[in-house]
């Protein structure tokens, strides 16, 4: 069975410049996940979906990012435009429905801003 | 929201030497702590997980115990070997699943 599946893996941009991150979540996985990981810190969730609707989009710093899950499967996370602090792992996951089930992570894309 | 806090940072143990890694959490609510082991460069992986149902869980040299009234849970590795090595976060669900800021274990050989 494939795993969570994320593209870029490495992105290096100027800052004010756009980025997008794509994932694929893992077969029959309603729910899917953005966190950002810092250096030497604990993902930090960004957006929860439930098949295509954002249920917790609370901590997406929305002047800037923007996510979407159209068909309930893959997922595109943006940002618009980046900022030196922006600099992170950007982490995907998915589960079976609902947040108490395990999360399964994708490799990640590692967003360098200049 | 939920706060979750996790200790220590860095942890040395010999080869062979238990190593103990700690958090607690905030909310009462929560119902779900998951352990997940990364190793450098690569993505989370669950190791151990429990409920609130159950106060503690073991697989093979790993075990979690969780003490809801306290609001704290550990891990345990027995046996450390070197390939044991990484950074752990532990996490508490509600609604959603808070980490905590990571223990990196180094075991020497």
């Known amino acids: 069975e494939a795993g969570v599946v994320q593209s870029p893996r490495y992105k290096i941009i100027e800052k004010k410049q756009p980025v997008a991150f794509w994932c694929n979540p893992i077969?029959?996985?309603?729910?899917l996940y953005w966190y950002l990981q810092n250096l030497g810190q604990g993902p930090e969730l960004l957006i929860r979906?439930?098949?295509?609707?954002?249920?917790?989009d609370s901590q997406l710093p929305k002047d800037r990012f923007s996510a979407e899950r159209l068909k309930g499967v893959d997922s595109t996370l943006k940002i618009q435009p980046a900022e030196l602090g922006d600099s992170a792992v950007y982490l995907c996951?998915?589960?079976?429905?609902?947040?108490?089930?395990?999360?399964?992570f994708g490799p990640g894309t590692r967003l360098t801003v200049l | 929201g939920e706060n979750v806090e996790q200790h220590p940072s860095t942890l040395s143990v010999q080869e062979g030497d238990s190593a103990v890694i700690k958090c607690t959490y905030s909310?009462?609510?929560?119902?779900?702590f998951p352990w997940y082991k990364q190793e450098l460069g690569k993505r989370p992986q669950l190791i151990i997980d429990i409920r609130s149902n159950v106060g503690e869980k073991k697989d093979q040299r790993i075990a979690v115990t969780l003490n809801k009234t306290a609001k704290h849970f550990s891990l345990h590795i027995t046996e450390t070997q070197p390939e044991d090595s990484a950074v752990y976060f532990c996490?508490?669900?509600?609604?959603?699943?808070?980490f905590g800021a990571g223990t990196r274990l180094t075991v020497k050989p």
């Open positions: 979906y439930e098949n295509e609707e954002a249920v917790d």
């Open positions: 996951a998915s589960s079976l429905a609902g947040a108490l089930n395990e999360q399964f």
């Open positions: 077969s029959g996985h309603n729910t």
């Open positions: 996490a508490a669900t509600l609604n959603d699943m808070r």
């Open positions: 909310d009462s609510a929560s119902n779900y």
